[in-house]
Nanobody, 122 residues
């Protein structure tokens, strides 16, 4: 069964850090473009950070540049989102996704993990 499972969300004060994890099963993450999205209350889902299949290209939202990074553990078939210097406006439900097109474009075959909620307080 093809599955993604995001975890690691929680409550954090502004300026703090969190690392989200997303293990994959049923397929190899590095066979596809993959990334992280988020949806704040009342907003549409937006792309945060995505990488190409070979990891050589990235697409990152301006709002998180310099603060968020993405990495993989190929041996564990897992991807991570490291979030530093969190801001109140980063509060959202975060989703991992794989099978994307250049590099954050959602397609009909895109696989989604269940969301993990991140709440940043002042």
């Amino acid at each position: 069964e093809v599955q993604l499972q995001a975890s690691g969300g929680g409550f954090v004060q502004a300026g703090g850090s969190l690392r989200l994890s997303c293990p994959a099963s049923g397929f190899s993450l590095d066979d596809y473009a993959r990334g992280w999205f988020r949806q704040a209350p009342g907003d549409v889902r937006e792309a945060v950070l995505c990488i190409s299949k070979d990891g050589g290209n990235t697409e990152i939202a301006d709002s998180v540049k310099g603060r968020f990074t993405m990495s993989d553990d190929n041996a564990e078939n897992m991807m991570y989102l490291q979030m530093n210097n969190l801001k109140i406006e980063d509060t959202a439900v975060y989703y991992c996704a794989a099978v994307l097109d250049r590099y954050c474009m959602v397609v009909s075959g895109t696989k989604w993990g269940q969301g993990t909620k991140v709440t940043v307080s002042s």
